[in-house]
């Protein structure tokens, strides 16, 4: 999470995730499922522009970045990036709301969101940005609350809220997580990852996914990727990503399927989707590699195309 501050106001860039690893452990009493996820940072950003204004009001503005139309192939880019919506169905307006409810403060903001990010994708772009909008918020109006106050509010508006908020403050980009995701322990980032991300057109709603799942026997353990990641090759990394969610989704979507097998005859050493879907990542060797692995499948029209890395998100 990048940050450039002003008198009145401040600029959040809130970077995508990839799953790289997706477990289900249990259901929980409150209806959500324990869990154990993998989760790093990509360098795919949306950028959140707070300023606060004189009056009382929340007024939020979105607007897919300059390009990002153009990357969806021509293709109706409502079905291929997600809709915007702009009122307290908007993550970023509860996350802002819910600072102001807690504060008892009466303050209002201007809110810009610019989307890179597709929606209803498993890229975490609405967690992310409202990580970004609790961060700026603080700053802004000047609450200096701590990184336990920070996390109490993540954890009230999404499982993978508390993964940026925390990779944006406090960690380097990649974390396993617990519970219902709130649980985050740092991941050390010793290499770069090169990815190819494809979003079909469609996305998943994460309720539906979850609904359909099943609680494994004998669920795999995320320790082994965990220690793959710091001293295994590619292909280690590769055999041993593993997504829960991807049963229920593929009976939902038949583009999950048709996504990860595309991935692998262009040449990827691994494939698999992220989250709950409906977009899926190639794991690539190099630079080099991810472009004519995207390239390939970009020729398919296979919905939104693009090239990431991991990174470790900074804070300024």
């Known amino acids: 999470m990048f940050l450039k501050r002003s008198a009145?106001?401040?600029?959040?860039?809130?970077p995508a995730k990839l799953n790289l690893f997706l477990e289900l452990l249990a259901k929980r009493p409150d209806g959500f499922h324990e869990l154990e996820t993998i989760m790093t940072a990509i360098d795919v950003f949306d950028t959140l522009r707070f300023t606060a204004t004189d009056d009382s009001q929340l007024t939020l503005s979105c607007r897919f970045a300059p390009g990002t139309e153009a990357a969806a192939q021509g293709e109706d880019a409502d079905a291929l990036l997600g809709d915007l919506p702009t009122g307290?169905?908007?993550l970023v307006y509860r996350a802002v709301d819910l600072v102001r409810r807690t504060a008892g403060i009466e303050q209002g903001a201007k809110i810009e969101?610019?989307?890179?990010?597709?929606?209803?994708?498993?890229?975490?772009?609405?967690?992310?940005?409202a990580a970004a909008a609790l961060v700026a918020a603080d700053?802004?109006?000047?609450?200096?609350?701590?990184?336990?106050?920070?996390?109490?509010?993540?954890?009230q508006l999404g499982s993978d809220v508390p993964f940026f908020l925390h990779t944006g403050l406090f960690g380097n980009g990649m974390a396993l997580c617990r519970g219902r995701?709130?649980?985050?322990?740092p991941l050390p980032v010793t290499r770069r990852m090169h990815f190819v991300v494809v979003r079909p057109p469609g996305g998943l709603?994460?309720?539906d996914v979850f609904r359909r799942c099943t609680i494994p026997a004998n669920p795999f353990a995320a320790s082994d990727l965990c220690?793959?990641?710091?001293?295994?090759?590619?292909?280690?990394?590769?055999r041993r990503m593993h997504n829960r969610l991807s049963e229920p989704s593929r009976e939902l979507s038949t583009e999950i399927d048709?996504?990860?097998?595309?991935m692998l005859q262009a040449g990827a050493i691994s494939s698999q989707m992220s989250g709950s879907g409906s977009a899926c990542f190639a794991l690539c060797q190099d630079p080099r590699h991810a472009r004519r692995v995207a390239a390939k499948l970009k020729s398919q029209r296979l919905g939104v195309v693009f090239t990431a890395s991991n990174c470790g998100v900074q804070w300024n």
């Open 139 to 155: 700053i802004v109006w000047k609450l200096g609350w701590s990184r336990t106050k920070l996390s109490e509010l993540a954890a």
């Open 8 to 14: 009145d106001s401040i600029t959040v860039h809130s």
């Open 181 to 185: 995701g709130e649980i985050i322990t």
């Open 88 to 90: 307290p169905t908007n």
């Open 258 to 262: 048709r996504l990860t097998k595309s």
């Open 205 to 207: 709603s994460t309720a």
């Open 113 to 129: 969101l610019i989307k890179r990010i597709p929606a209803a994708s498993g890229l975490g772009g609405a967690s992310s940005d």
């Open 227 to 238: 220690d793959t990641l710091q001293s295994g090759t590619m292909t280690d990394i590769g």
